[in-house]
Nanobody, 120 residues
Framework: QVQLVESGGGLVQPGGSLRLSCAAS????????MAWYRRAPGKQRELVAA???????NYADSVKGRFTISRDNAKNAVYLQMNSLKPADTAVYSC??????????????WGQGTLVTVSS
């Protein structure tokens, strides 16, 4: 079993910053890619940012220049630094990872989600 546990969500004013963290635990041989998704009220889930084991990154156009994804392979963790937050960033943010519990088998794992609310 592999689990992802997120932390760092909360209420922040427009223009403020938050840092989300996600740590993987369990039977892990390696982790290929880790990502953050979000689902805003009444909208579909969307990819926010992703990072591979080689540190290649990908961002949604709406967050480029404001959000930064990073990972700590030694801790099996991924982070999302969110700056210049806007009310439109309000959503439940979920961590996602492609995990290899063995060398030849992989799983896609999701965290439980953490709420980010941007409001004055």
């Amino acid at each position: 079993q592999v689990q992802l546990v997120e932390s760092g969500g909360g209420l922040v004013q427009p223009g403020g910053s938050l840092r989300l963290s996600c740590a993987a635990s369990g039977s892990i041989f390696s982790i290929y890619a880790m990502a953050w998704y979000r689902r805003a009220p009444g909208k579909q889930r969307e990819l926010v940012a992703a990072i591979t084991s080689g540190d290649s990154t990908n961002y949604a156009d709406s967050v480029k220049g404001r959000f930064t994804i990073s990972r700590d392979n030694a801790k099996n963790a991924v982070y999302l630094q969110m700056n210049s937050l806007k009310p439109a960033d309000t959503a439940v943010y979920s961590c996602n990872a492609v995990v290899y519990p063995t060398q030849s088998r992989y799983l896609e794992v999701w965290g439980q989600g953490t709420l980010v609310t941007v409001s004055s």
